[in-house]
């Protein structure tokens, strides 16, 4: 698989990683040897990037990851070495500025280092914290204090909106910004991408197929189970509700997501075409889709191996952002 640089951080990663969400919690029920059995399948596939934090499954999905990095050091030794980004912030209760410390920091990553079995945090994000934090210089002091006791070796952030990634980006040693960009959610294009290659700034691109939309799997009759965000957070009812199908009405994005799939090559899926418009904007350094099955994680790896879109294909999209989607979500995040 193609790799670029996590420059800050000073390690390449496949184009093409893993969102670890699904392999805690919120996307319905997933057992342990189905979570182990993607994870293997995706490092099988040439995934060298996992994403998780400290609050999927209150833990289980570091946990989970480290149970197979740890099995995996031991039956392929010799295979590429997997980064392992996760995150911090969410587990503050209530979650307001005031509750990230440095005191809150140090907690927050030792837990995730017993989770995940590691001495050091390989890149550690602050979770969609209150833009205030992003705005304060001690939170980086802070966050630099972590480097230097050896807690973690690098640090990014996950971001809700435009203002929040930039407002990140302008720091010196930040190392990733986490954002929402697919073909539902094209805003971060205009500002945050440019600024971040320009700075030297990794981009991780999360919810590349608007929760599932972009597949062109699901119709108006779909239902998901009770455990599943796409039932419990369609209105924001327990985090932003751009996490969910990227903040486009359900029908809205089912109607689009029809038109997207009329566009899907031959010899690829409709998920793959979402994943390779991601992967060909510049200034994307990883694509992080989730997976429930090893099939799953196999298939959207495969999406690194597909050409770019051509034009007529790439304005195609376009098109049906600016008709269909644009106006429920561009000037929100």
């Given at each position: 698989?193609?790799?670029?640089?996590?420059?800050?951080?000073?390690?390449?990663?496949?184009?093409?990683?893993?969102?670890?969400?699904?392999?805690?919690?919120?996307?319905?029920?997933?057992?342990?040897?189905?979570?182990?059995?993607?994870?293997?399948?995706?490092?099988?596939?040439?995934?060298?990037?996992?994403?998780?934090?400290?609050?999927?499954?209150?833990?289980?999905?570091?946990?989970?990851?480290?149970?197979?990095?740890?099995?995996?050091?031991?039956?392929?030794?010799?295979?590429?070495?997997?980064?392992?980004?996760?995150?911090?912030?969410?587990?503050?209760?209530?979650?307001?500025?005031?509750?990230?410390?440095?005191?809150?920091?140090?907690?927050?990553?030792?837990?995730?280092r017993a989770n995940l079995d590691v001495d050091?945090?390989?890149?550690?994000?602050?979770?969609?914290?209150?833009?205030?934090?992003?705005?304060?210089?001690?939170?980086?002091?802070?966050?630099?204090?972590?480097?230097?006791?050896?807690?973690?070796?690098?640090?990014?952030?996950?971001?809700?909106?435009?203002?929040?990634?930039?407002?990140?980006?302008?720091?010196?040693?930040?190392?990733?910004?986490?954002?929402?960009?697919?073909?539902?959610?094209?805003?971060?294009?205009?500002?945050?991408?440019?600024?971040?290659?320009?700075?030297?700034?990794?981009?991780?691109?999360?919810?590349?197929?608007?929760?599932?939309?972009?597949?062109?799997?699901?119709?108006?009759?779909?239902?998901?189970?009770?455990?599943?965000?796409r039932a419990f957070n369609r209105h924001g009812?327990?985090?932003?509700?751009?996490?969910?199908?990227?903040?486009?009405?359900?029908?809205?994005?089912?109607?689009?997501?029809?038109?997207?799939?009329?566009?899907?090559?031959?010899?690829?899926?409709?998920t793959q075409l979402a994943l390779r418009w991601?992967?060909?904007?510049?200034?994307?350094?990883?694509?992080?889709?989730?997976?429930?099955?090893?099939?799953?994680?196999?298939?959207?790896?495969?999406?690194?191996?597909?050409?770019?879109?051509?034009?007529?294909?790439?304005?195609?999209?376009?098109?049906?952002?600016?008709?269909?989607?644009?106006?429920?979500?561009?000037?929100?995040?």
């Open positions: 698989m193609q790799t670029k640089a996590l420059s800050r951080a000073g390690r390449d990663v496949g184009v093409v990683g893993l969102g670890c969400w699904q392999l805690g919690a919120d996307w319905g029920e997933v057992g342990e040897d189905d979570a182990l059995a993607v994870l293997a399948a995706a490092a099988d596939a040439g995934v060298t990037f996992l994403d998780t934090a400290d609050v999927y499954g209150d833990g289980r999905s570091e946990t989970l990851v480290g149970r197979f990095l740890r099995a995996r050091r031991v039956s392929s030794p010799d295979a590429p070495p997997i980064t392992v980004a996760t995150k911090m912030g969410r587990r503050a209760d209530p979650h307001v500025a005031e509750a990230y410390t440095l005191d809150a920091y140090r907690a927050w990553t030792d837990r995730s050091v945090l390989d890149l550690v994000q602050l979770h969609c914290p209150p833009s205030a934090v992003l705005d304060r210089d001690a939170t980086y002091d802070d966050l630099d204090t972590l480097v230097a006791e050896g807690r973690v070796a690098a640090y990014g952030v996950s971001v809700e909106t435009v203002d929040e990634a930039l407002a990140a980006i302008a720091r010196p040693h930040v190392a990733s910004v986490q954002i929402i960009l697919n073909a539902f959610r094209r805003k971060p294009l205009e500002r945050v991408l440019p600024a971040a290659e320009a700075a030297g700034v990794a981009v991780i691109a999360r919810v590349p197929l608007a929760s599932g939309l972009l597949s062109g799997k699901y119709d108006e009759d779909t239902r998901f189970a009770a455990t599943d965000h009812e327990a985090f932003d509700v751009g996490e969910t199908f990227s903040g486009v009405p359900y029908d809205v994005g089912v109607a689009a997501a029809r038109e997207v799939a009329a566009l899907t090559p031959e010899g690829a899926t409709t991601v992967l060909d904007q510049p200034g994307v350094t990883v694509v992080i889709p989730g997976a429930r099955t090893p099939a799953q994680a196999r298939a959207n790896a495969a999406a690194a191996d597909l050409p770019p879109l051509d034009p007529a294909r790439a304005d195609a999209l376009r098109a049906i952002y600016d008709e269909r989607i644009r106006p429920h979500v561009h000037d929100r995040w």
